[in-house]
């Protein structure tokens, strides 16, 4: 099944506890895995930034969320216990433990209403119902990527609407970014508006230039693909420069048998469609730069221990 959200592993991980002994969160995100049948690949799966599960993350914030509702405690670093208010709910029997549930107390309620940062949470869940069962963790990674789109589109369509020359430019200052050629700026060159047999510009992998990238770079509008006879004078051409490995990139995409015909070439040729272009700039800051730089900060155990 699919890992469940932060308010669905709440009742689960309060049960946990139920014995009212000291239990490690570890031991208690592995009773909640069981609980819900969660395979080896579901406990594992990171979340974006690889540095811990997705199934942690969630069981953290609810653990956070139970904690404000005083319905646990932490009582030393990694571990928590279940409280009498916790104790209380549980001899309830309730069928599920959320939010709505939790806002029956005022230490709770007072932690949403209070805190500006929860208070633009539950705009954007009240915005998007869908949303309430992400983490605020996750909503903030949900408002970051659509804001990478946008600014990938943007991105696109600015490219698009410069001369080809440009995009040709882009593809080198690009690559050069991401460190192929080294720090010289003189390892990346355009060939010029006629190119240079087929290639639009080059890549030198060393300082000596004796390993290079060539480049084809094909400004298209969107619903136009790269076919696959493309492909192929592009690999005519890396055989004329005695070339073992190209680059070829478009604003569009590629045929399915552009892409076929570029995986069984005897040449290393790699395709970079629009999207993955613009995600590239993104990352690389190319065409766009950071306007504000946001952390996300978590309490340190062993400051407390």
Not at 9 to 38: C, H, N, S, W, Y
Not at 139 to 145: C, D, I, P
Not at 207 to 215: E, N, P, S
Request: charged content about 30%; aromatic content about 6%; hydrophobic content about 40%.
């Amino acid at each position: 099944m699919a890992i469940p959200d932060y308010q669905t592993i709440m009742l689960p991980l309060l049960q946990t506890l139920a014995g009212g002994e000291i239990v490690a969160m570890r031991d208690a995100i592995r009773q909640v895995a069981e609980k819900f049948q969660l395979t080896d690949e579901e406990r594992a799966e990171p979340i974006p930034s690889g540095k811990e599960t997705i199934l942690s993350n969630r069981s953290y914030w609810a653990r956070t969320y139970l904690s404000k509702a005083g319905l646990l405690q932490g009582v030393a670093r990694g571990q928590i216990q279940i409280t009498e208010r916790g104790k209380q709910v549980l001899a309830e029997n309730p069928d599920r433990i959320d939010n709505k549930l939790l806002d029956r107390y005022p230490e709770f309620k007072q932690f949403r209403t209070g805190n500006a940062a929860t208070e633009a949470i539950d705009e954007v869940v009240s915005a998007s119902p869908k949303a309430e069962s992400a983490t605020p963790e996750e909503l903030l990674r949900a408002s970051h990527e659509k804001l990478d789109a946008a600014l990938a589109q943007e991105l696109l369509d600015r490219i698009t609407a410069a001369p080809p020359e440009f995009f040709e430019r882009l593809i080198v200052s690009l690559l050069v970014g991401m460190g192929y050629g080294g720090s010289v700026p003189e390892a990346g060159r355009v060939l010029g508006k006629s190119g240079d047999n087929g290639v639009d510009g080059v890549i030198d992998q060393d300082a000596l230039g004796l390993d290079r990238v060539y480049i084809q770079a094909k400004r298209y509008a969107a619903g136009n693909k790269v076919g696959s006879g493309e492909i192929r004078d592009f690999f005519g051409s890396l055989d004329r420069h005695k070339a073992a490995k190209g680059l070829f990139v478009t604003t569009s995409g590629f045929s399915p048998a552009a892409r076929e015909t570029a995986d069984y070439l005897s040449k290393r040729i790699v395709l970079i469609d629009g999207q993955q272009l613009a995600r590239l700039m993104i990352r690389h800051n190319v065409g766009c730069r950071v306007e504000e730089t946001l952390y996300l900060k978590r309490i340190d155990e062993d400051f407390f221990e």
